[in-house]
Structures are given as C-alpha cells and as structure tokens.
C-alpha cells in the first residue's frame, strides 16, 4: 500500500482538506493505484450547497496528481491511539493573517512616570514669622472658645494652629498641650493622652502637659502610667505639694492594678499548664506554690510532697 493519498478536487475549491483512511484495499487497479476509502473531517473552505464533511470514496491516484501523506499504523510520526491523522495544519491566507487585520502592534511603554515633585519650600525665617502669626491668631481664637466653655470649638481652633504652624517648632508643644486641655474637658482619654505625649517630644519638661497626661491616664484607668508621670513631674518641681498628694492617692490604684494583672496573667498560665499536664492525667491542682518571705520568689511542689520542688 502507497504512504501518499490523493484528494481528488472537483470544479469548486476544496483544497485545504484534511482526511482519514477509514478503509483501504490492498488490491491495485489497472494504474497501479491503490483504492481506499477516505473521511474528509475538516475543511477550510465550506462548499456551497454540498456537505464536504460527509465520508465519500475517493480513489488513490498515482505520485504525479497533488498529494496529501497519508500515515497508516506503525508508521514514523503516525497515527495516535484513536485512529486520527497526525501531520501538519494547514492555515489558509485569512486565518493566517488575522493577527495582522488589526494594524501596527502595540508596543508597551511601561508604566507612567510621574512628575517629580518639586522640593517643598525653605523655611526661611520670613516663612517661620508668618506662620507662627498665623498660629498664634488660631491659638488666641482657641482660648476665647475655652473661656467660654465652647470646648469642641476650641479644640478646632487649637487644631488649625497646629496645621499652621512651622514642623519640629517648639510652640506646637503648646498647641498639642492645649488641644490636650479640651479633650479632657470632653472627656475623650486616648486622644489627649496622644496629644500630650506629642507636646512633650517636643517639650519634654512641659509640666502642663505632664499633668494633663497623668489626669488622662488616670481616668482611662492606667494609674501605673498616671504615677510615673507625677513621679516626673515632682522630680522637676520638688515643691509640688498637689503632686505629691497625687502620689498617695494614685500609690494604691497602681498597686491594685497590678495584682489585677498578675491574677490575670497567672489565670492564663495556669490554662496553658492544665493543657500540657491534662495530656498526663494532671493538673496545676496537683502543684502548690509558696513564696519566699526574704527574696520574694515562689517555688512550686506536689501537694503530696513528692517531686521535690523548683524555683
């Protein structure tokens, strides 16, 4: 049997065809042909009026007419498991080139770059007395609301001072302290604490803003953090005879607080223990801790006396 097929063309254009040998004769015709029967199952080109898929008989020619290979089973770059013909595609002119229907590609010019920013404007010392003026007309604003108890108006007022003033100036410590002063009139804890701790980076002994921050970290119950302010403040003003009243107030709340906490991290150490020792059938129950009256420290034993006891 021949390894090439041929496809017979008719008057109309079918070319661009691709068949399957679905039936072969090793019996030869008068010319030497081999007669097979083929399937047409793909063309590039429908026939009008005629159905070009449907299987039709078409007779092997000789080498001379137009040849398509044909790949039988066992032969190099054959069929594959399901009986269908390997070998090339063939792409007619429009499908070939409806890639380049569409124009010139596109070439990627990467992202954008966006203009450089130009460099903010020097603080000369024309700048720093302008908006310090500015700043201190808001700040002024600020306190006539404040003496009228207006404390969200004045709050604004300080705010739009700060915005004004000149960065890393040493009058924002006012500013940021007097903004402190309003929301411990509205009663809002963490934003004067945070206002505070601004005006002493840029004023660390500003005393006002000490005692407002202690007052504030009293109130959002953090007296551990209240007492090392007034513990500053009576360092850098010894005669401070409130402050010192403060301390013994403040003492004891400090201390309660932190039992509070250690009961609080004991309870959550104690949980973690259980589950480890519940892997071994115990508990924190089967442990007693004791503390030492000299250094303080505890030491931990088996209620039963067994398993000596660790420090």
């Known amino acids: 049997m021949s390894d090439r097929v041929t496809v017979l063309e008719d008057d109309e254009d079918t070319t661009g065809c691709r068949v399957e040998v679905i039936e072969s004769d090793e019996e030869e015709d008068g010319t030497g042909a081999t007669k097979c029967q083929v399937e047409v199952i793909e063309s590039d080109k429908e026939a009008e009026g005629t159905n070009t898929t449907n ?13 398509v290979p044909a790949r039988v089973p066992g032969a190099v770059g054959g069929e594959d498991q399901s009986g269908a013909v390997s070998g090339e595609s063939i792409e007619d002119a429009s499908a070939s080139s409806k890639a380049g229907d569409g124009g010139e590609s596109k070439v990627d010019d990467g ?6 920013e130009e460099p903010p404007e020097p603080w000369d010392e024309e700048r720093v007395a302008a908006a ?17 108890r207006q404390f969200a108006e004045a709050l604004d007022a300080y705010r739009r001072a700060i915005d004004a003033a000149p960065p890393d100036h040493e009058q924002r410590a006012i500013f940021h302290s007097n ?18 701790t601004v005006a002493l980076k ?25 007492l090392e302010d007034l513990k500053k403040i009576l360092e850098l003003d010894p005669a401070d005879r409130d402050v010192r009243k403060d301390i013994v107030r403040v003492e004891p709340l400090a201390q309660a607080k932190f039992e509070r906490d250690k009961e609080e991290m004991m309870g959550k150490l ?30 931990i034993g088996m209620k039963n006396g067994g398993g000596g006891s660790s420090k």
């Not at 992202?111 to 450089?116: F, I, N, Q, R, Y």
């Not at 310090?132 to 009228?148: P, S």
């Not at 903004?179 to 505070?196: F, Y």
Request: hydrophobic fraction near 35%; include cysteine.
């Open 270 to 299: 104690k949980d973690l223990g259980n589950s480890v020792l519940g892997m071994f059938g115990m508990s924190l129950d089967n442990f007693q801790m004791q503390q030492d009256p000299d250094t303080g420290s505890y030491s």
């Open 202 to 226: 840029h004023d660390p002994k500003y005393m006002k803003a000490l005692k407002r921050r202690a007052k504030a970290y009293e109130k959002a119950e953090k007296p551990d953090l209240a």
């Open 132 to 148: 310090l003026k500015q700043a201190n007309e808001e700040k002024a604003q600020g306190n006539e609301f404040y003496k009228r």
């Open 179 to 196: 903004a402190a002063a309003c929301n411990v009139m509205l009663e809002d804890w963490d934003a004067a604490i945070e206002d505070c």
């Open 111 to 116: 992202p954008e770059v966006a203009d450089a």
């Open 55 to 67: 299987p039709s008989s078409v007779p092997l020619a000789s080498a001379a007419a137009s040849e």
